[in-house]
């Protein structure tokens, strides 16, 4: 059994721990240490810090200040790890805690930070999943239970000082287009909600000033949010301060690609056992520039599929130019509006498509002017048949039963 | 043993086949009758109608005039259906002629087409791969080959009137956006290249000249190339005029997600054995707009994959808003910058991405500014181990061996 | 497109066609020769070479003499291959004929063969499946289908004489035991029906009268009957003769682990795609002593099963030591008294188990005195659920529908 | 998070907990009981309940008294369970405890219990596996890792009288065959080393007379040693007794099909997070004998495999009679050879095929004489190459490794 390096007392705010983090600088402070081929558990807050309950009221979605996200557990030195390597990071498990056997799926408010399909879903709602080991069902969603695809959200090493500094112009000057927009073009450094970790006083302050906000992913990684990063793959990373400093969080019991709901997945609380190893020079051997991955042997195999094609005109009936977002926007509201004749309302599908193992394809982008994207929705999680039949869709889902929703204020 | 109800021979000009067409409108008479049930095969031309020879030259990928395609096999009147149901269509096997066992792979000059990298291989490339019965290699991509996941590239009902007239308003006025940028936003209707089939004569030249290109994907399906949408897999069309009127060609005998180098896929001639069946009031009952389908029980199994991301910041550090195709763009490019490190060339890397069963995911696009796209490529496809080590990559692609190229002239 | 080397012609008794044989013998004279790395193409009949028809009548089952199978085609001289070599086959495709899409399943009478559950199917009963692409169906087994699993039952390379001596001592000190057994022990050496190619006059005589029956699967491969050894597949055969001798035969549209009901998978005649290489001295260097192999990449790909256990206590309740066989029974009894629960009858659910990919896994064989075997049916074939409910099972199948019977004479 | 129901403290010898019984007998007290639908977690010791160490000495397989074993957790009751119901039992998870991450694998020594290849392997040895997260290996069998498909290698309900004696009378026929036997045909009930739950006294005493042994798989299902009876699968049990009676034990956290070395699997301590439910008189809706149960959908994904296949005939060249039992020992014995040519013992080879996910299919069983069955070992578990190549075997293990062996005294 490793040793668990980082801890993490749920009933304590994540700002009191200060192995915790919530931006991205090189001047973070290592708050543990391992070696080489070591084993070790790493105990994290889900995304907000706990502050999403396990309740039937939506309101903590819609209010909640997005500033303060991700709280991450480390960063974590490994000794040998300099710039230019890759830290070779084996995700032996992850799983939520015993005892707190539930996560949380949501759409913000498009008033505060919004999703994929918010111009459909426009206020926050909220589902609650419970977690069976294996599995996970929601009061809120009837009819749907799936095995758990579960990941980190967010995972990465420390950015060095040019890194940061490249972010932070690119980001600033997409902003600069369109200063006011809501929700952003993209989140600058914000320090009054700053958690730098074991940095105090003036350090702390001037790396608040300009640590990079941690909802993008970016070259080393960060919030990829990539379903298929789960217990058992294994990860190259690029390394870029001498030790690594590796970073983690935002647990997911199950996401679809996409995380189409931003908030996004089944998100929780829990702990990870790694093993790091270190591929000496690997940037410039393999010509590395963005993590790359092997996906894990273990993790739900569904194979039968039912699956949605979208191309990338709107709504509205306007022509875009090969964009995939739209295309794929328009194969999910397919899929929604399929599973409202099974009886789901709209956010109940828009919730399914959130947090079920869906994948999206990039399916074609080359066929002038449309893109075509698809969703493959796995049939066999759901307790009912969702195949076409010659019968037609039979109300299925109980009625009477729905996601939570808070409406603005 | 299945009628035969279109036949193609390959040393005939598709423009002297009847059965033939190269453009969407509702008049195009059908050409063959079936009833719901009846198994049959359909013959077709490579979508180019054998323009692109089995030689090392790419001078035909270069010159082609890309106005001709695609030549589809039918419309096919399947007896009973009528706008609003659903055609659902059995494609019981796919494959190539025994006496035609390549295909070819090619990237378009940016002066004519282009592809989804056309700015990294701006010049006309072609490679040929050999069929050996459920497998294909090329002589100009060595060390890898692969099982074929055949299917067709293009498969869908004849649009009505109504249809028809909203794909034309909105491509042309995506069209007028930018009326001379090279390659265009869109194609619209033209004349003088346009096969309508059986029509002849005024009723031609009317049909003509507001036939639809088949280019992209749309409502009806058409040009998806949905690789997964192959040989054992069940597809449920709309159906917008009586008879439906089911054509299909672009046969691939292989290709990636997003058929990213547009020629594209590995392109041949063939036949496909298929059954239709008719699900009355299908479009209603189930809520559909575009086609959606079940993938088959049988295709190739790779499950070891090596997983390369790409974010929506460009070469050039440029920051994008939530762009998946920027992301898949990087997400391919770093793929070809490993895969070189192991010997191939640029141009060998891109074809391999163009033509196997790799997978392109949309991994998130929510965490703003930063979409996250994941390519996934089978490692069990190379005859070496493209896996990362401590030993660092061999070259184990033999040199000296390449993908011709046609200078532009 | 690569030579057809052996062809059939299905109105032509195999017997007057040379370049089939149905003994295994050193002498029997090559009849075609291919390179190393050659792709060939070799046509077969079905095993039983053209005796049972496509019709509702079981006679011919019931009729049958045994001693007349398997026709084989071959043998190939593969240049270069000597003793000690292993023979690397790759299986590149295999098929029906396109003017032959039907294939056969029956249970042999006991008094002519049996078959693995005699005692419960004592008389000869037949199924006509037809292929359809991929997919087969049966007019005499309603509610299922399935795709392909296709293979050859029987392939391997020609014994050298003491390998030959070594199996008919055996083989005859076995039937020695009981020579009146019905059905027997083994078969020996039966010169009258013996078809041995090219072989005439004196020396036909003398090797007819050792020539091995095809039946057993043997040290060199044989009529192993494995379903898994399919399109796609690499086959590494021990070499004992100078060319290696490779033959084969009963080809296998689909067949479950076993063959249960020996007359038995989906018995059709067609062709396979072939390419050989040698490993020279292969047999010392890894140590071969009989056939192994690498699974096809692409095979139907059921994920869904109910599994049925059986242990080592027959119907009467009579206690064997670890008996895998007895096991396997009633693994195969208890499927097939739960799909009588659906309506179907014994013999249409036997034949089910006998022709669809179901998977017979050998559980336990350590705890004494009970083996346990697994038999796992695909729910996915089945047109209706069968999996248990609390509603219970519903009658789905049609009634008045049965596998034809010819009773004993 | 559910209650556990069932502690075991490993400190502790098992005798000394009453929640814990080691013989079958419908007179062992009910400790614990549940509702249908209800979650709950059971805690079961190692099979052994602790006899075998973590350290390199195989003395303890050696000596170890099998009497005392299954050490099984239960019975619990679950309300409204009723004879001819089946009790429908989800598998909700399966896992070792945190503080004792570790299992073992052996032989025994021919003298005392054996195993499936006793012959080749006469004395005690063993190997001890770490588990790191979800995936395994030892210190004592270098090059191999795998993931873990952890099940319950044995899980049953209570039998009534009936069944009971039923079993002690065709399993004291089978053992009056050749009472001296060794090992002997099967056990019988044994007093001495009975630990019958809370049955105490009298009671204990006459229950314990003619309680039944725990190794054999029987109709109720119970040492099946199944390895796809994984977390995640869903088994239907047949209820004999009043509230079931459910118990379970002899956790594996990996083990190949047939558990050949008997000592078998990766053997260990652990917990099961269940939920039960009852299928009312579903013994007779669906003519259930045995259990049957559905796979998990989260199960390692090995696809490549190199097949091993054996026949029906010993080392010795003995010629037997469709025996699967032989066939299948040839395969095992046959993949032991190859592993060989890398540098493993015979004893390491043994030992992968008791511990991996090996398959073990029956292939054939009506060719007489000759049964085919088929080992499968799965390629990707192995740190090196192990496909066959013109090279030939490079030895890929370090020497100087093997597993401890503990001469017979």
């Not at 830290?87 to 996560?103: E, K, Q, R, T, Y």
């Not at 998100?267 to 690997?282: C, S």
Request: include cysteine; charge should be negative; proline fraction near 8%.
């Amino acid at each position: 059994m490793p040793d668990t390096i980082i801890k993490v007392d749920l009933s304590q705010s994540p700002y009191d721990n200060d192995m915790i983090h919530n931006r991205w600088h090189p001047d973070i402070p290592m708050v543990a240490k391992v070696k080489p081929g070591d084993e070790f558990i790493v105990e994290t807050y889900d995304w907000t810090g706990g502050f999403i309950k396990n309740n039937n009221d939506a309101s903590d979605v819609r209010d909640i200040d997005l500033s303060i996200v991700h709280f991450l557990s480390g960063p974590i030195e490994v000794e040998g790890a300099e710039p230019g390597d890759l830290l070779v990071v084996d995700i032996l498990d992850v799983g939520a805690f015993p005892h707190n056997s539930w996560g949380f799926n949501g759409f913000f408010s498009k008033k505060n930070g919004g999703g994929f399909l918010t111009d459909y879903f426009p206020q926050a709602q909220k589902s609650i999943w419970d977690i069976s080991g294996m599995f996970t069902s929601s009061r809120h969603v009837p009819g749907v239970s799936f095995a758990g695809l579960i990941h980190p959200g967010l995972i990465g090493c420390l950015p060095d000082a040019r890194l940061l500094e490249k972010w932070n112009t690119r980001e600033n000057a997409l902003i600069a287009e369109n200063p006011t927009r809501v929700p952003p073009l993209a989140n600058p450094p914000f320090p009054s909600t700053a958690h730098m970790g074991r940095l105090k006083g003036d350090a702390k302050a001037a790396a608040a000033a300009t640590g990079a906000r941690t909802v993008p992913p970016r070259e080393h990684g960060g919030n990829c949010d990539i379903k298929d990063l789960s217990r058992g793959a294994r990860v190259y990373f690029p390394v870029y301060v001498k030790g690594a400093g590796l970073s983690m969080g935002d647990l997911h019991f199950s996401q679809g690609d996409g995380e189409i709901t931003f908030c996004g997945a089944i998100e929780m609380p829990g702990w990870l056992h790694l093993r790091a190893n270190v591929l000496k020079d690997g940037m410039a051997k393999y010509g590395i520039k963005n993590p790359i991955f092997k996906p894990s042997p273990i993790k739900p195999n569904y194979t039968d599929y039912l699956i949605f094609e979208g191309i990338s005109v709107d709504d509205a009936g306007k022509q875009y130019y090969l964009d995939v977002n739209v295309a794929y926007q328009q194969a999910c509201l397919n899929a929604i509006e399929y599973l409202k004749k099974f009886g789901y309302s709209g956010a109940q599908a828009y919730a399914i498509l959130g947090t079920a193992p869906v994948q999206g394809h990039i399916s074609g982008v080359v066929d002038i002017p449309n893109s075509c994207a698809t969703l493959w929705l796995p049939t066999e999680i759901f307790d009912f048949d969702i195949n076409p039949s010659n019968a037609g869709p039979t109300k299925s889902v109980p009625s009477g039963i729905d996601v939570p929703l808070a409406p603005d204020l």
